[in-house]
T-cell receptor, first 116, second 114 residues
Framework: AQSVSQHNHHVILSEAASLELGCNYS??????LFWYVQYPGQHLQLLLK??????LVKGIKGFEAEFIKSKFSFNLRKPSVQWSDTAEYFC??????????????FGTGTLLAVQP | DAGITQSPRYKITETGRQVTLMCHQT?????MFWYRQDLGHGLRLIYY???????DKGEVPDGYVVSRSKTENFPLTLESATRSQTSVYFC?????????????FGPGTRLTVL
């Protein structure tokens, strides 16, 4: 079965530190990859997505992610985090489900706390 | 542009009661989804719908019922609530079902079953 693994469940950083959140998926077919962010008390918002082409994807708020097909990974990065980046981050893979509908499979999330 | 709205935002109920969570989208998206979010599990798909009157089970459908008589609405009903259904419920929609589908999420409903 398809699955998504996020190895870091809870990350604490100081402002200006660099961030890398790991995401690995298990699915041998064509995949589309997403990172969603959930700020405290809010709904999930799309941070960035990879469909095809350049494996280095740039998203909103200075985030980027690199798709490495050989490693089945889609790690999220940001060179310098801010207090406002405190949120929960979810990696998701779009995979076929039920034969006709694609669905998102989510990782368990990484809670990022940025200390001022 | 209202997007996706969910109601109520917060609900406390008792074991055994029936509860309905509402989801409404204004984009005329074909696909709608219900997820529950629990610590350590991320988001898990409960039910989804490809169009009006077409619904199907997701990963964790037991204890839930859905309907979709109109494209814009996708209510989720807990027929007899249990404590294990205490969770945050998110509704989502997408224009298509293809590999390129991007899902848009509502604000969530926090449900507590006592």
């Amino acid at each position: 079965a398809q699955s998504v693994s996020q190895h870091n469940h809870h990350v604490i950083l100081s402002e200006a530190a660099s961030l890398e959140l790991g995401c690995n998926y298990s699915y041998g077919g064509t995949v589309n990859l997403f990172w969603y962010v959930q700020y405290p008390g809010q709904h999930l918002q799309l941070l960035l997505k990879y469909f095809s082409g350049d494996p280095l994807v740039k998203g909103i708020k200075g985030f980027e992610a690199e798709f490495i097909k050989s490693k089945f990974s889609f790690n999220l990065r940001k060179p310098s985090v801010q207090w406002s980046d405190t949120a929960e981050y979810f990696c998701a893979v779009n995979a076929r489900y039920g034969g006709a509908t694609n669905k998102l499979i989510f990782g368990t999330g990484t809670l990022l706390a940025v200390q001022p | 542009d209202a997007g996706i709205t969910q109601s109520p935002r917060y609900k406390i109920t008792e074991t055994g009661r029936q509860v309905t969570l509402m989801c409404h989208q204004t984009w005329s998206h074909s696909y709608m989804f219900w997820y529950r979010q629990d610590l350590g599990h991320g988001l898990r798909l409960i039910y989804y719908s490809a169009a009006a009157d077409i619904t199907d089970k997701g990963e964790v459908p037991d204890g839930y019922v859905v309907s979709r008589s109109k494209t814009e609405n996708f209510p989720l009903t807990l027929e007899s609530a249990t404590r294990s259904q205490t969770s945050v419920y998110f509704c989502a929609s997408s224009l298509t079902s293809g590999l390129y589908n991007e899902q848009f999420f509502g604000p969530g409903t926090r449900l507590t079953v006592l």
